[in-house]
């Protein structure tokens, strides 16, 4: 095999496996190279997260994701002094350290903060694209390699958690859903090793959990907990303890609602 070609393959190894179901590729593309943010919206699981580290990789960018929370605030996005070596020096957090190197910063569950932190990414997402830096002083301006991205899940949102309007209309927008079952089959398959035909029956049943969210459920199955399932059925453990596992306890403690879950589950695997 030529060089060239060993090359390539090791290249494609090392980007995180993402299967396409429309044109998001292209969109993230397109918004990179023009220097725009980008807003991902999709339930819990579905694949926005590798998305974007499928995307970073494929850009051959430096990807900073933070994991939003409440006490998560915009200095532990942009930075503070710390005490080093018996001296106060100032340590930049992962925002300021994307925009001074150049890089994608992705903001999981964005509306989980505090609120002080969509007021510094407002200059961010501008035609400005700055970042200023209070404590120490500096106005940063973004290289044209920065880029930043933000997700939520809507079907989750509380009324004191949304992304106001005002914020939302800052980015172009881009919505997520679980992928169509041949699609999420094979994304079954291909992470964690059991043979389609079994995994079809998987996303089968996750259909018809779907269906239970917004009665008995608050989300729905998650492309990822399939995952975990068919990894576990792949490594030997029964099916029925597996789906427990997986797509049992870690929807409900309602024990009424377990039951009712478990019932459709030996329904599919008997």
């Known amino acids: 095999m030529p060089l060239s070609s060993v090359a390539a393959d090791a290249d494609e190894q090392a980007i995180p496996y993402y299967q396409s ?10 918004a990179f190279q023009q220097r725009l943010p980008m807003l991902l919206k999709g339930p819990t699981g579905c694949g926005k997260t590798r998305f974007v580290s499928h995307m970073a990789a494929k850009l051959g960018k430096p990807l900073y994701t933070v994991s939003c ?22 340590v930049d957090g992962p925002l300021t ?24 990414l407002h200059p961010l997402t501008d035609d400005r694209r700055l970042l200023p830096l209070e404590r120490t002083g500096e106005l940063l301006e973004a290289p044209d390699d920065f880029m930043l991205v933000v997700s ?43 043979e389609p035909d079994r995994c079809a029956a998987l996303v089968n049943l996750a259909a018809s959990l779907r269906a239970m969210k917004g009665q008995d459920l608050e989300e729905g199955v998650s492309t990822r907990l399939l995952v975990y399932c068919a990894t576990l059925i792949g490594a030997g453990m029964p099916i029925l303890e597996a789906a427990r596992a997986t797509l049992v306890e870690p929807l409900s403690d309602d024990a009424d609602v377990q039951e009712g879950l478990m019932e459709a589950i030996q329904a599919t695997f008997g």
């Open 21 to 30: 179901v429309g044109n998001e590729c292209a969109l993230f593309d397109q």
């Open 69 to 90: 929370h409440d006490d998560l605030t915009a200095a532990d996005l942009t930075g503070r002094y710390l005490l080093q070596g018996g001296e106060t020096r100032w």
């Open 97 to 120: 350290r994307a925009v001074r190197e150049g890089g994608i910063c992705y903001l999981d569950e964005v509306v989980e903060a505090r609120k002080d932190v969509t007021v510094v």
């Open 152 to 194: 939520y899940n809507p079907g989750y949102q509380h009324i004191l958690k949304s992304l106001k309007p005002s914020t939302r209309q800052r980015f172009v927008a881009m919505s997520f859903d679980f992928p169509p079952p041949a699609v999420e089959r094979d994304i079954v398959a291909r992470e964690s090793g059991l």
